[in-house]
C-alpha cells in the first residue's frame, strides 16, 4: 500500500551549497519551492575540509591542487556565504534562511542535514564536492531531491506546471507520493511515458495510478527524436512543465555512467528544476 499523507508540522527545505557557481539557483529554486506552504528554510554549505577529517597522501595533494584553482576551504566558503547574503538583500520578501557551514566528510554531512528536511534542494554539480554531495542525497538522504538548474532566474516557479516521466516502478511512484504537496495544487500535470520496444503501453498503469491519487493529470506518449529517453524526456518537458518529477537510479550512478541511463542523461543535460527520488 502507498502511503500518501504528509508528515505533519512544518514544511522544512534544505538548500544545500557545496559551490558556488550553482548557490544562487540553488536558492532560487529552494525559495520558489517553498512558495504557499509557510516553510522553514536553512542554506548549508557543504564540501569537504582535509581539515576535518582524515585523507591519503593522495588525497591531500589533489586537495592542494584544487586549492590553487577554486580557493582554500574557508574561501569557497566565503564566496557562497556572499551569494546567500547578496540574495536576501537583492529580495525585500526573501524569507528567513538560515545559514550553517558543514565542513569535513560530506556524506555525512548530507545525511545529517536530510533528517531535518523535507526537500533537498542543491544545483546540478559543476565541481567534485557537489558532485558528491548529489551523490550522497540522490542515494543516502532517502528524501526528495530537488536539483536546480545551473543557470540562475529570478522569476523562477517550482511546482506550477509539473511534467512527470512515468514508469509503472517503484521509484517513480515515490517519488510521485513525496511530491504530493506539489502535485495538489499544480495548475497542470504532465505525465509522460515511453515504454521500451515490445512492452505493454505505460498509460494504463499511470491511468490507474494517478487516479487513486485523485489527481487529474494528462497521459501522453513521448515521441521518440534523440537517441535517449531522458533527452527527449527533457524537450517534451520543457514545453509543458517548470519542472520534472522522476524517479532516480534505477541500475545506479555506475552502470548509467557505463551504459547510460535516464537519470545520467537528464542530470547531465536539465537546464530545468528536476524532482528525484531513489526507491528506498
Same mark, same amino acid.
Given at each position: 500500500?502507498?502511503?500518501?499523507?504528509?508528515?505533519?508540522?512544518?514544511?522544512?527545505?534544505?538548500?544545500?551549497?557545496?559551490?558556488?557557481?550553482?548557490?544562487?539557483?540553488?536558492?532560487?529554486?529552494?525559495?520558489?519551492?517553498?512558495?504557499?506552504?509557510?516553510?522553514?528554510?536553512?542554506?548549508?554549505?557543504?564540501?569537504?575540509?582535509?581539515?576535518?577529517?582524515?585523507?591519503?597522501?593522495?588525497?591531500?595533494?589533489?586537495?592542494?591542487?584544487?586549492?590553487?584553482?577554486?580557493?582554500?576551504?574557508?574561501?569557497?566558503?566565503?564566496?557562497?556565504?556572499?551569494?546567500?547574503?547578496?540574495?536576501?538583500?537583492?529580495?525585500?520578501?526573501?524569507?528567513?534562511?538560515?545559514?550553517?557551514?558543514?565542513?569535513?566528510?560530506?556524506?555525512?554531512?548530507?545525511?545529517?542535514?536530510?533528517?531535518?528536511?523535507?526537500?533537498?534542494?542543491?544545483?546540478?554539480?559543476?565541481?567534485?564536492?557537489?558532485?558528491?554531495?548529489?551523490?550522497? $542525497?540522490? /542515494?543516502?538522504?532517502?528524501? #526528495?531531491?530537488?536539483?536546480?538548474? &545551473?543557470?540562475? @532566474?529570478?522569476?523562477?516557479? +517550482? !511546482?506550477?506546471?509539473?511534467?512527470?516521466?512515468?514508469?509503472?516502478?517503484?521509484?517513480?511512484?515515490?517519488?510521485?507520493?513525496?511530491?504530493?504537496?506539489?502535485?495538489?495544487?499544480?495548475?497542470?500535470?504532465?505525465?509522460?511515458?515511453?515504454?521500451?520496444?515490445?512492452?505493454?503501453?505505460?498509460?494504463?498503469?499511470?491511468? $490507474?495510478? /494517478?487516479?487513486?491519487?485523485? #489527481?487529474?493529470?494528462?497521459?501522453? &506518449?513521448?515521441? @521518440?527524436?534523440?537517441?535517449? +529517453? !531522458?533527452?527527449?524526456?527533457?524537450?517534451?518537458?520543457?514545453?509543458?512543465?517548470?519542472?520534472?518529477?522522476?524517479?532516480?537510479?534505477?541500475?545506479?550512478?555506475?552502470?548509467?555512467?557505463?551504459?547510460?541511463?535516464?537519470?545520467?542523461?537528464?542530470?547531465?543535460?536539465?537546464?530545468?528544476?528536476?524532482?528525484?527520488?531513489?526507491?528506498?
Amino acid at each position: 500500500m502507498i502511503e500518501t499523507s504528509e508528515a505533519p508540522g512544518a514544511f522544512r527545505i534544505c538548500a544545500l551549497l557545496p559551490e558556488v557557481e550553482t548557490a544562487l539557483s540553488t536558492l532560487q529554486c529552494a525559495v520558489a519551492a517553498g512558495q504557499g506552504f509557510g516553510a522553514q528554510y536553512c542554506a548549508v554549505h557543504v564540501g569537504f575540509d582535509p581539515r576535518h577529517t582524515q585523507v591519503s597522501a593522495e588525497e591531500s595533494d589533489l586537495q592542494q591542487l584544487r586549492d590553487i584553482f577554486e580557493g582554500g576551504p574557508d574561501t569557497r566558503t566565503a564566496r557562497i556565504k556572499v551569494v546567500l547574503d547578496t540574495f536576501l538583500a537583492s529580495r525585500p520578501d526573501a524569507p528567513n534562511i538560515h545559514w550553517r557551514d558543514d565542513e569535513g566528510d560530506i556524506d555525512a554531512n548530507v545525511v545529517l542535514e536530510s533528517t531535518k528536511a523535507d526537500l533537498l534542494v542543491i544545483g546540478r554539480p559543476t565541481h567534485m564536492d557537489a558532485a558528491d554531495a548529489l551523490h550522497s $542525497a540522490l /542515494f543516502h538522504a532517502h528524501r #526528495l531531491v530537488l536539483v536546480a538548474p &545551473r543557470q540562475a @532566474r529570478a522569476d523562477r516557479t +517550482v !511546482g506550477t506546471r509539473v511534467a512527470i516521466g512515468w514508469k509503472p516502478a517503484k521509484s517513480a511512484e515515490q517519488a510521485i507520493v513525496a511530491a504530493l504537496r506539489w502535485l495538489r495544487r499544480a495548475e497542470r500535470i504532465t505525465v509522460l511515458w515511453a515504454a521500451k520496444a515490445g512492452a505493454a503501453p505505460y498509460d494504463v498503469s499511470a491511468r $490507474a495510478f /494517478f487516479a487513486s491519487l485523485g #489527481l487529474d493529470v494528462e497521459i501522453r &506518449r513521448l515521441e @521518440r527524436k534523440e537517441k535517449s +529517453v !531522458g533527452l527527449d524526456l527533457l524537450a517534451e518537458a520543457a514545453g509543458v512543465g517548470d519542472c520534472l518529477l522522476t524517479g532516480a537510479y534505477r541500475h545506479g550512478a555506475l552502470w548509467e555512467s557505463i551504459f547510460g541511463g535516464v537519470t545520467h542523461d537528464l542530470l547531465k543535460h536539465a537546464d530545468m528544476p528536476l524532482l528525484m527520488m531513489r526507491s528506498r
